[in-house]
Every structure is written in C-alpha cells, then in structure tokens.
C-alpha cells in the first residue's frame, strides 16, 4: 500500500461516523433501486416468459350462445395465430366444512385436451377428461387455501343442479394470475376457485350443445388489434357479444400491469432522492476536507505528484465510500426484494417466481451511485485539480462575514452574542445552508409521503366501504331475472334489508370517444350500495338519465347536460340518447349509473334485475348461506363485510412494512444529513468555540451555538418538506391512477406533525451526538492548530 | 567557469486580485551555480518566497526566463512543472507541511515512492537523526523534529535542487541549527544546490553567497570567503 493509500484510509478512520452517514444514505437509493429494478424485472420477466409459454391470449370476448362454426370465422381474420372458443360459467360452491358459499369461475377444456390459447400449467394431477361428468381440475391457489389435493370433493351448483366434482389436477392459468370475485374487491382465495372442466359437461349443462359463449384469440406478429377487434363484435353482434377487449384491459393482466407500474414509478422516484442528497453530503464534506487539507494538497503537487494524480485520491476517498453504501444498498436491496417477490407470490398465482438478482441489476445500482458520489465530488475535485501548489502553500483567506439586515438584530439586542454568532455562520453560506435544508427536507417529505399514502388508502376505504358500498352481500343471478326475484331474496333468512341492481354492458359514446362499459341500475334512493357526488354526498338518482363516474366524464368529455350515444350490447341492442345528469365520484372502475326501471325501460325491457345487494343479520347467517348454497339462479356470492376486513387486514400488513422502511429511510436521510452538517461546521468552527470556552462559556452555552445553527435549518427544513411530501403525493397518486383504481391523495395535518417529530428526534439525536465531541474538545490542541 | 544550474533573466511576477496588481517581483536576473548554497535575505514582502516559488515550479512567471539546466520552466506546462519537481527539487517549507495523518517514515515515503534515485525512507530520517522516531505521526513530534522529517523527506530523492522557505522560521536556535547542519551536510554530500530564505542575517554566514531582496528586486550579492558550519553560528 503507497504512503497516499495508507493516507486515505486514515482519513477514513477519521471520517468514519460521517463516511457512514453518506454510506447509508447511499445505501438507501442502492436498496431501493435495486428492490424496485429487481422486483420490477422479476415480476415482468416471469409474465412474459409464463404469457408465452402458456400462449396467453391477446383478445377476449363474451357472447351469450355462438355456434360452433363462428369459431372458424374467426380464426380466418387477418392477423388472428389461434382461436379457443370456450364455455364460461360461474357458479356456487359449496365447500363441506366451509360455511360462507364460494364462487367458482369454469372455463371448458376442449375434448382433445389441448388449449390453443391460455394453455394450462398443471402442478398436480391431469386435465378433466371427456366424459368424466365429475371431474374438474382447481387453481392452485384455492387448492391451497381450501387444502385441497388430486382426488378432494366439493359441490357445486352447475345449472340447476347440485353436483359433486373430483378434483383431479391442481393448475394455473395466464388468464388467472390475479383473481377476483364477481363483486369483489379483495381476492380471497378461499373463496374463489378458477375450475376447469370438459366442454361437453359444460355444454349440456348449460344447454351450449355445439356453441360457446367466450372466445380467446392469440395474435399475429404484426396484427392489427384493433381491426381484430372490430372484426369481432362484428362477428359476434348477433349472438349477444359485449364486446371483445384487448389484453391490457384483461383484469389480471391490468392488475399485474399496475403492479409493474407502480414499481416502474417507485424506481423513478425514491432513488433518485437518495443519490441526489448523497451527492450534496459527498459535496459538502468533501469540499469541508479540502479546504481543510488545501496545504496538504499543495504539498502533494510541491513534492512532484501530478493534479490528476492528487484528484484521483480524493476521488477513490470518495468512490471508496460510494463502494461500501452499493455494497450495503445491494444486500439490504437483494433481503428487500426476496421478501417483496414473496409477498407477491401471495397475491400473484405464477408457477414459478424468484427475485432476479441479475449481475447487470448490481452493476447499474453502483454505476449510478458511484457516478452520483462522483458528481458530488465533482467541484471539490475541481478545487483540488487547479489548486496552484504556490498558493495552497498559504492558508485560505479568513472568511468574510456580513452583519445581515444591516446589523439590526444585533442593535435590536434580540439574540444572545452566541445566536448572532450561529445566525451569521449561517447567512454566511446561504446556499449550503439552503440545500442542507432541503436535504433535511426529503427526510420530512419520504415519511410524510408514506403516511400520506396510509391515510389515502384509509379515505379510500371509508369512501368504498362504508360510504358507498355498504352491504354485508351481494348476489348475483346467473342471469337477469324478472323483479318478482327480489321478492324471493327478501325472503331469505337473515336478510335485513335488500336493494336490487341491474347490470347491463353498452357502447357509450360522444363523438369520437367511446368505451363498452356496464351501466348499473339502481333504485333511485339507493341506501346500501350507494352512489356518491364529488362531495362524497348521497345521490338520488333522477328518474331519467346518467350519472357518469369522474373518469369515465372525463374520458368521454362528458359534463353534466350532454347528451350521451348508449347502445345496448344484449337482447335488441337498442341505441338511444341519454343525458348526462350529473358526474359522481369513483374511485374504483369506469363506473355509470341510472334509475334501475328507468335503465330497464331504455333497453326495451320490462323491469329485470342482475342481483341483490343485501343487509344481512349477523345470527342468521349460517341459515342464509345454506339457503343460498341451495339456490341454482344464484350463480355468485360477494361478501362485502369479509372484503372489508380482508383489505384492511391486508393494508394493515403491507401498509406497517411500508411505514417501517419509509421510517428507515427517513431516518438515515435526517441523520446522514444533520449530522454531516453538524460535524462540518464543527470542524470550521472549533477553533471559535474552543475560544469561547477559553473566554469562559459553559460547554452548554457553546454548544448552544450549534444547536441554535441545526434547529434554524430543520426549521426551514420543515415547510420545504411539507410542501414536498405534498407535490410528491400528488405525483404519485397521479401517476398511479388508472381505470380500474384510484386513490385520492389525502394528507392530513397530522401526518405534517410526526413527519417533522420523526425528523426533529433524528435531528436531535445527531445533535447530541456531536455534541459530545464539543464536549471533549481539547482547548489546547484546537488552539494550536493553524488556519 | 562554474556550471549555471538555474540562469534567471529579467523574471517578473504580478499577482492580480481583483482590481488589485501586486509586483512580487520586477525583473530579477541571477544564476545558481552547481552544489552551492545560497541565503535569501530581505524584508518581509520583498518577493523571496516569490522567487523561490517560482524556481521550484510552484508558481509560473509573469515574464522574463527562468531557465534550470536545459528545461525553460518559464514555458513549461502544468505536466512538465510536475515531472520537474519530482525529479529534481526538493523543498522545506517554515510550518514543515507533515501530512498529519501520515507517520514520519510514511511522510518520508510519500516521496520516495515516485522519485527515481531515491534513498530507503530509513536511510533518510537516519540523516536528520530520526530513526528511532520513524513510527511517530507528526503531533507526537516537536517543532524541530517535525521541520527534520521535512528535511529527510526533501533529501530522500537525492534532488539536485533543494529550496528551503524559512526552515528555522519557527524554531528556537539550538533546533535551528540541528535542522541547518542537516541542510548543510545534504549540500556537502550529495552536491545539492541549495538555496534557504531566512529573516536571520547571521545565517548569510553558512552560504557561498546571500542575496539581498527588496521590493521585488535582487539588490545586492554578498560572496563569503569562507562558509561557516551553523554551530558556530552566533544567534
Ligand atoms: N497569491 C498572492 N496574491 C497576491 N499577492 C501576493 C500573493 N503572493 C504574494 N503576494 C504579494 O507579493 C509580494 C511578495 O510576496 P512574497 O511572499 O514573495 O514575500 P516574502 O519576501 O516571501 O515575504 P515574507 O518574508 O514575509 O515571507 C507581497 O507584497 C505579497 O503580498
Ligand atoms: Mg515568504
């Protein structure tokens, strides 16, 4: 080791605590980068790979009965690779030993057992085999929720009849990597089974002989979706097509995009914070050390080592302390991503998912750290390369100080000799004191952006569960019933109160714009599942007209009095003109509602419903479930009340991992920063405070000084962080919107108060830290020391 | 005829601050022979440390030529003045310039490690008689024994050219002399020309010959018959 290495790593030894400090805060946007990069990559790899192998489909589409035969017109559009008309049904489960009804989602296998599109990955067992009326093979998911294995039985409602079924594979689809209910809002896995059973079961079950009612396309290379598509509904109008949507409007494969989005967007903004105020912590102590060393350096350059040879050095003490924050960054990064990945696995079906830890993940994260180290390093390097060996022989000029405001504080006699002294140091540097305010700041910002998050997500559920969706159930019919249906619910037992609802897909459209989407009718005073104004005020509905969600108005460009184009996509497949009344609030779908008879009345029916959302007493449950599990015209049971206490259990775990990695990561930032801060002016001013303490001040009185000078920026720091956490909040929410979810961002005042509390102790902490060192300052040694 | 090692003509220097044109130096002439030992004298701001300075290839000149051997370091780039003093200068400065956080043997080795024809770091501090201290960072040194590890770390290389800014500057006169007879016995043994800025006239004693600054100008050189050892030096 050269006598320059063996300097350097004693300047290491030295700097260790703040080198640290930094290291950390590196660390943190090595970690996260890598987490978020790593997971981001695994999760989209392992899509991929699983969407090709397993021949995911590019369209899907719904239909009430299609002949057979369609089957082969479609399959002859320009652009169309493979064609998989299916039978889709829903149906109620009954689970021995289970009391709530599940629902199940089946979809036909073909007699010749091969899927030419959404093909099966098979964990357990084999497919169902041609007449085997009772066999039927389950998602893995709920064959682990129930502990189910090849060869388990439970009942089902399959068209009219109650049937025992067989397991007889355990598999997982493309098609089902996220699974919700009908009528869900959490996936529940015990509660929800994707089936698999043979299309001729299906068929005469469901009275589909030589027809189908869904159909799955894979695509061309270079097909044209959009005209695939058209030429789709175009072939399936007369057969009641709703339809055909494009894979990214797919629900599982929407909520495995927003997931990859949401990690996409994490990526892009937590790293960089962390880099940036890395960078600043680098810049600061590294130009604090060299101004301290400008004779050292000019030594250096006297004693005939050349500029860059004398930069490089300051340099590797830089990229040496980039090195140990990637090193720590990348483990903490790798431990983080390992346990993201698996709580993926929980809400994710794939069949096989690990954290890619690829090299070029590593080499990134430390190419941008270092190169974020170096940045940071940048000026000061600057200073050490032109430093002239001549002058870096002199000591630097002393430091000019300005009376701010013209001296007026001083005369006002407001503050104390040491606050003047503490307020000037700081005015002296007004951009270093501004930056290291605003790197204080970020720290107040990350924790206020994660509690902003938490109390989002709170609003968000108390807006949907209790505010507009209200009900203990829901049930929906296999098909629309007359309203004489809603009678017969009423009857149930344990059935408190009841409200019906329609369900009916249409085009909507004004001018250009257009989208299928469902309109939803409801009893015009609507108690239970409620519709709610941008107030989040009940709505009632008017007896003609639309009430059109925010995104939907907005995608649209409708407003309150335009009239909308409505084409109904069942039975007649009416078009009609209908106002728009009033633009209500959703946060979850493309929501539009209506009067239920006047909607029925539109579509050129007589009064029809889809299902019942119902109140439910508690005591009687058990008798409902059993009668509903005895209904066939109940093809699916949504439990709200269960929904709602599994999102907040849910929430509650993720939401406690996230407030502890943002409170981490808060923490390391306040702490890297105040205490680099703290140190450095301690190192410019020692020699003044040791003055003081010769002059006869209590070592609490000048460490006064310092503290007065920390407790002014993290003051400033406060507001700055506020108003941060705030345009970052709205960034993100923003950012993270899409059609199926969207969460209003909501920060509290409250939330201001424990970020800055969080920051503050984290302040204080490294204040006292350093206070210590006041504390032990050796007066005569300080006093020595020229500069 | 005696070798010229360093041949200096009509060399300026103006130091510009701002509005400000400080004249360090306003044409200085003057040659340093082979192995001969000079003595700067002169009032403080006079431009010695200026002119040391800029022999050393610490500082440029503003105009004229400074000229050491056959390299014109009046023209020389940044590189060249880098590789010149590496390779031919060695320099002691008043506050000893120690890097602190390097031992005294470190300190020494610092130079030694890029120098050509160097000595062991050993070898060197045996010179200055700190051998037994080599292990010491430069706190745990006094003074005087801090301005000998400059001194060792400045003779290690064997430079052919040694350039001293106030060596004794900050010592008493007992460690003065230890720190010139260290000076002086490099001068003697290793033929290294040597030239030492001082604010004590009696030094001029010790050197072949002094020269005399004032504001800027070389005014008067001074050449001693003979050349006393500092010992015998009066203080
Ligand atoms: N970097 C600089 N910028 C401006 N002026 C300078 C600079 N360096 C030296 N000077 C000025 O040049 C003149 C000569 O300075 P120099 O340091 O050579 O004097 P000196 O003879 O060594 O004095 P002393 O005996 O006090 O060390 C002085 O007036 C000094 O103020
Ligand atoms: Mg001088």
């Not at chain 1, 979706?225 to 629900?251: H, S």
Request: some cysteine.
């Amino acid at each position: 080791m050269g006598a320059l290495d063996i300097k350097l790593f004693r300047d290491l030894k030295r700097l260790w605590a703040q080198a640290i400090a930094i290291a950390l805060v590196l660390a943190c946007g090595v970690a996260t980068l890598i987490l978020a990069v790593g997971t981001f990559r695994s999760l989209e790899e392992t899509r991929d790979a699983y969407y090709e192998r397993y021949k995911f489909g590019d369209i899907f589409a719904t239909a009430v009965r299609v002949p057979d035969a369609k089957a082969r017109e479609i399959a002859e559009i320009d652009g169309v690779a493979a064609v998989e008309p299916r039978i889709f049904e829903v149906a109620l489960l009954d689970v021995e030993g289970f009391r709530e009804p599940a629902t199940g989602l089946i979809v036909s296998v073909p007699p010749s057992g091969e899927l030419a599109v959404n093909d099966l990955f098979i964990r357990r067992g084999r497919l169902p085999e041609p007449g085997r009326v009772n066999e039927v093979a389950i998602d893995a998911k709920f064959a682990e929720a129930q502990r189910f294995s090849v060869g388990s039985r439970f009942d089902a409602i399959l068209g009219s009849a109650k049937t025992t079924l067989t397991v007889v594979g355990i598999v997982m689809s493309p098609e089902y990597v996220y699974s919700l209910g009908p009528g869900d809002m959490m996936p529940d896995s015990r509660r929800l089974a994707d089936m698999w059973m043979p299309e001729e079961t299906l068929a005469s079950l469901y009275d589909l002989d030589g027809a189908f009612n869904s159909v799955s396309v894979r695509l061309l290379r270079d097909a044209n979706e959009t005209a695939v598509i058209e030429a789709i509904d175009d072939l399936l109008e007369p057969y009641g097509g709703t339809g055909a949507v494009a894979r990214k409007d797919q629900v599982s494969n929407a909520f495995l995009q927003g997931e990859l989005d949401q990690l996409q967007g994490m990526a892009r903004i937590i790293p960089p914070i962390f880099l940036l105020v890395s960078a600043f912590l680098i810049n600061m102590i590294l130009s604090r050390l060299i101004e301290l060393e400008r004779e050292q350096i000019g030594l250096l350059k006297a004693l005939g080592y050349g500029r860059t040879a004398v930069a490089w050095h300051y340099l590797k003490l830089v990229l040496v302390i980039a090195a140990i924050g990637v090193v720590i960054g990348a483990g903490v990064g790798t431990w983080l991503g390992r346990g993201m990945t698996v709580m993926y696995t929980r809400f994710f079906s794939f069949p096989f998912l690990v954290f890619r830890s690829d090299v070029d993940i590593y080499l990134i994260a430390a190419g941008v750290s270092m190169a974020a180290a170096a940045a940071g390093a940048l000026k000061a390097i600057g200073v050490v390369f032109a430093l002239p060996p001549a002058v870096a022989m002199r000591p630097p000029a002393p430091q000019v100080y300005r009376q701010f405001m013209g001296g007026l504080l001083g005369r006002m006699r407001l503050f104390s000799q040491v606050t003047t002294m503490a307020l000037r140091h700081l005015v002296r540097h007004p951009v270093r004191t501004l930056l290291t305010a605003i790197g204080t700041a970020f720290a107040v910002a990350l924790m206020g952006v994660a509690m902003g998050t938490l109390s989002s997500v709170d609003f968000m559920i108390d807006a949907v569960f209790f505010r507009t969706e209200r009900q203990d159930a829901t049930l929906a019919f296999s098909s629309e019933r007359p309203g004489a249906a809603y009678q017969a619910v009423l009857k149930l037992p344990g059935v408190m109160a009841a409200e019906p609802y329609l369900d009916l897909p249409v085009e909507i459209g004004n001018g250009q714009y257009s989208r299928q989407l469902s309109i939803i009718g409801k009893p015009a005073r609507t108690d239970l599942s409620r519709v709610l104004d941008l107030d989040l005020d009940p709505v009632v509905l008017p007896s003609t007209g639309l009430a059109l969600g925010d995104r939907v108005a907005d995608i649209l460009r409708l407003r309150p009095g335009d009239l909308a184009r409505v084409t109904f996509l069942d039975g007649q497949r009416r078009t009609v003109e209908v106002p728009v009344t009033q633009v209500i609030q959703s946060y979850i779908g493309l929501m539009m509602f209506m009067d239920i008879d006047a909607l029925a009345r539109l579509s050129g029916t007589g009064p029809r419903i889809s299902g019942v959302h119902l109140l439910i007493d508690d005591s009687q449950l058990d008798a409902l479930y059993r009668a509903v599990k005895e209904t066939p015209q109940i093809a699916a049971v949504a439990l709200q009340s269960r929904s709602r206490q599994r999102f907040q259990e849910t929430m509650r775990e993720n939401m406690s991992m996230m407030l502890t990695v943002y409170l981490t990561l808060s923490i390391v930032i306040a702490f890297g920063v105040v205490y680099n801060s703290a140190r450095i002016q301690l190192s410019e001013r020692g020699r003044e405070l040791a003055t003081l303490r010769v002059l006869g001040f209590h070592r609490a009185e000048v460490s006064n000084v310092l503290f007065i000078e920390i407790g002014a920026i993290v003051a400033i720091a406060q507001p700055i962080g506020w108003l941060i956490a705030t345009g970052l909040g709205l960034v993100i929410t923003e950012s993270l919107a899409t059609d199926m979810f969207r969460v209003p961002f909501v920060i509290e005042p409250g939330t201001f108060a424990i970020s800055s509390i969080v920051v503050v102790i984290a302040a204080l902490i490294s204040a006292l830290i350093v206070r210590r060192r006041i504390d032990a300052l050796d007066l005569v040694r300080v006093l020595k020391t020229r500069e | 005829m005696r070798e010229a090692v360093f041949r200096i003509r009509d060399l300026s220097k103006v130091y510009r601050t701002g509005n400000v044109e400080v004249k360090a130096l306003r044409g200085v002439d003057a040659d340093l022979f082979h192995g001969e030992l000079t003595v700067m004298l002169g009032p403080s701001g006079s431009g010695k440390s200026t002119f040391l300075n800029i022999l050393g290839g610490l500082d440029t000149a503003t105009a004229g030529e400074v000229r050491y051997r056959d390299h014109d370091l009046s023209s020389a780039s940044d590189r060249d003045l880098t590789r010149y003093r590496r390779d031919h200068v060695g320099f002691v400065f008043q506050f000893y310039n120690l890097i602190p956080s390097l031992t005294a043997k470190e300190n020494v080795a610092l130079v030694t490690e890029i120098a050509r024809n160097a000595m062991p770091p050993e070898e060197a501090l045996e010179l200055v008689g700190l051998k037994e201290r080599m292990g010491h960072f430069p706190a745990q040194l006094s003074g005087g024994e801090q301005q000998r590890v400059a001194i060792a770390r400045a003779v290690a290389k064997r430079p052919e050219v040694m350039l001293c800014d106030e060596p004794t500057g900050a010592l008493d006169s007992k460690t003065g002399i230890l720190v010139l007879e260290a000076l002086t016995a490099t001068n003697r043994e290793l033929g290294t020309t040597t030239a030492i800025i001082t604010h004590n006239a009696t030094i001029g004693s010790i050197a072949d010959r002094v020269f005399h600054f004032s504001d800027g100008r070389i005014t008067d050189v001074l050449e001693n018959e003979t050349r006393l050892s500092p010992s015998d030096v009066d203080w």
